[in-house]
């Protein structure tokens, strides 16, 4: 049954999720910051919400939207993959802090927004503790060219996706080294097994980090130029500085913001995480990208632990 949906957010991860749902039928309200629209007018009488805001505009976004009230039973999605600089939380739980009495959704997966606009085919996860939201936006989203899966862990689900954007801040480096395959092939493996680490200790599942929106997003982003992230990294190791990045890129690359919240997370949790740690050396300027090269393969030799 085609629905009126409200899209927050018109960048353009926003943009894109609006085109999947009109090409299902559905009619979409897309509410930018930026345009003079009313933000409850917008709401009125939507069954689902989905938000795709970067991370800095989720708190007072979240405020507004429980201070106009939602209709019971109004689903929010979260398609933002980012950590709140001053409480570490993830969007989704900004969303449920919020809006206790409503289920939240989280959308995360390998899912360039330029290759979704091209009409090529991707997939995605919606994850959450209530499986009926869970699967109705699946129905709602699913299509011929964009395969929706249910989960039931979305803090794993949404860490992945949240993190992975650091280690793509590296592949660039990478790249942008010419280091290679191997190399970039080893930085991937390890990051994996770091950001499991860290992962699970802030309360994701294990083989949540090895699904869809953690390996897939993982190897999506760290392998393509379309990633703003991969191209954060890709011009740090090509001399640019990282206000000359950012503004040239133009969109929003959340790795930078997470890594400095992961730098916290770790030092608080007392965690092992290299690479993250050198990604937050290098835009900070504290180490350029050959000594984040460096640092990383003369730690002390160590038997490997997969997933660990
Ligand atoms: N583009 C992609 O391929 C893609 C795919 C999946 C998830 N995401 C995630 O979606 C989120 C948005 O990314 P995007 O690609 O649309 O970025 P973008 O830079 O194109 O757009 C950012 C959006 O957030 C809004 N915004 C930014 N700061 C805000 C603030 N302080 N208050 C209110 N709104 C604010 C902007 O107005 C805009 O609508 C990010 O968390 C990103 O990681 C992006
Ligand atoms: O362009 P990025 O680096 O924000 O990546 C976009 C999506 O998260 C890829 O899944």
Redesign the pocket.
Known sequence: MPLTLTIL??????TVLSFLLEHNGHKIRLW???HDQSLAATLEGCPIIVS??????VP??ARQVRQIGLAPGTILVS????LDGETTCLASQIWQENLPEHPVVVLSGP???KEIKAGLPAATVVASHQPDAAQTVQQVLASERFRVYTHHDPLGTELGGTLK?VVAIAAGVSDGLELGTNAKSALITRALSEFTRVGTVLGGKTETFFGLSGLGDLLATCNSPLSRNYQVGFRLAQGQSLETALAEIG??A?GVNTANVLFDIAQQKNISMPIAHQVYLLIHKKVTPSQAVEALMERELKPETPGA
């Open positions: 957010g018109a960048g353009a991860w926003g930018s910051r930026r795709a805001v970067s991370i800095k505009g007072a976004l398609a933002t993959k980012g899912n360039l927004a954007n969109e929003t959340e």
